[in-house]
Nanobody, 111 residues
């Protein structure tokens, strides 16, 4: 059975950091690029960052220099390190692996 499971969301103050994790089934992790998306209330889901199976990365302009996506192939896990968080980063963050999506994890940036 294929699974994509996110973890690591929470409440953080502006300027703080969080690290999100996404564990995927081995059968799909080694094939597909992995992406992080987010959706804020009343807004469309948007791409945050993506990493290919070969390790190439791409970021939304709004998070460049603050967020870092990485993958651990031994653990079938991708990470999103988020630094210098802003209130506008508040959203539900989703992990995508090919055709598969996780359930989402809430990130709230507020004082």
């Amino acid at each position: 059975q294929v699974h994509v499971v996110e973890s690591g969301g929470g409440l953080v103050q502006p300027g703080g950091s969080l690290r999100l994790s996404c564990a995927a089934s081995k059968s799909i992790f080694s094939i597909y690029a992995m992406g992080w998306y987010r959706q804020a209330p009343g807004k469309q889901r948007e791409l945050v960052a993506v990493i290919t199976s070969g390790g190439n990365t791409n970021y939304a302009d709004s998070v460049k220099g603050r967020f870092t996506i990485s993958r651990d192939n031994a653990k079938n896990t991708v990470y999103l390190q988020m630094n210098s968080l802003k209130p506008e980063d508040t959203a539900v963050y989703y992990c995508q692996c090919g055709y598969y999506w996780g359930q989402g994890t809430q990130v709230t940036v507020s004082s």
